[in-house]
């Protein structure tokens, strides 16, 4: 992707630090990237801060990832993602509503929809008021909360019992405690 682009879009820092980096410096100084600028290791507020000066975050997983908290951080942000068609980030990112999808291991599939997303702005920008919708209908501390009491009301209703006002597991008036119907 570096040899496609060369030094001719403007590029945003990556906040990696891991073992690709002795792979992605030399690539980057041979294609004379020097937009490219590699942070290293950064604290978690920073990246949302970096995150909230980006167009579009780029998640190029080649591995079966068990939840896409990178993007839905992004979409936190309102920042759409780019993103392998892998695991859960096919699931979470919905291809063209809040972020593009890629063949996993196709770099020239990933450059062409980072350039899609790069010449696109008002789509970009539109799929970024989606993420957040996203983040806000799905994600949030409350809306989790939520769903995990809207959860435990259908076992427990199944039963026979209910949550009590201060959340409290009562019996319902059909049922005795060792759950057996009463007449």
Not at 4 to 23: I, L, V
Not at 88 to 98: C, L, P, Q, V
Not at 118 to 130: K, N, S, V, Y
Request: glycine share 10%; hydrophobic share 40%; charged share 25%.
């Amino acid at each position: 992707m570096a040899r496609r682009f060369g030094g001719r879009r403007r590029s945003r820092p990556s906040p990696s630090d891991g073992q690709m980096r002795k792979e992605v410096a030399p690539e980057i100084e041979a294609t004379g990237l020097q937009r490219v600028e590699l942070l290293g290791h950064v604290s978690p507020s920073e990246v949302v801060t970096l995150m909230h000066g980006a167009r579009f975050l780029v998640f190029p997983s080649q591995w079966y990832e068990t939840f896409g908290r990178v993007a839905i951080e992004a979409f936190a942000c309102g920042l759409p993602v780019v993103a392998s068609r892998l695991g859960s980030m096919a699931e979470i990112i919905a291809d063209g509503e809040n972020g593009l999808h890629f063949t996993p291991g196709d770099g020239a599939e990933l450059a062409e929809k980072v350039e899609w997303a790069w010449t696109h702005p008002a789509e970009i920008e539109a799929m970024g008021r989606a993420a957040r919708a996203e983040y806000e209908a799905k994600y949030t501390a409350e809306r989790n909360y939520q769903m995990l009491m809207e959860i435990y009301q259908r076992v427990l209703g199944a039963r026979g019992w209910v949550l009590g006002a201060r959340g409290e597991v009562v019996l319902s008036r059909r049922h005795t405690v060792d759950g057996e119907r009463q007449s």
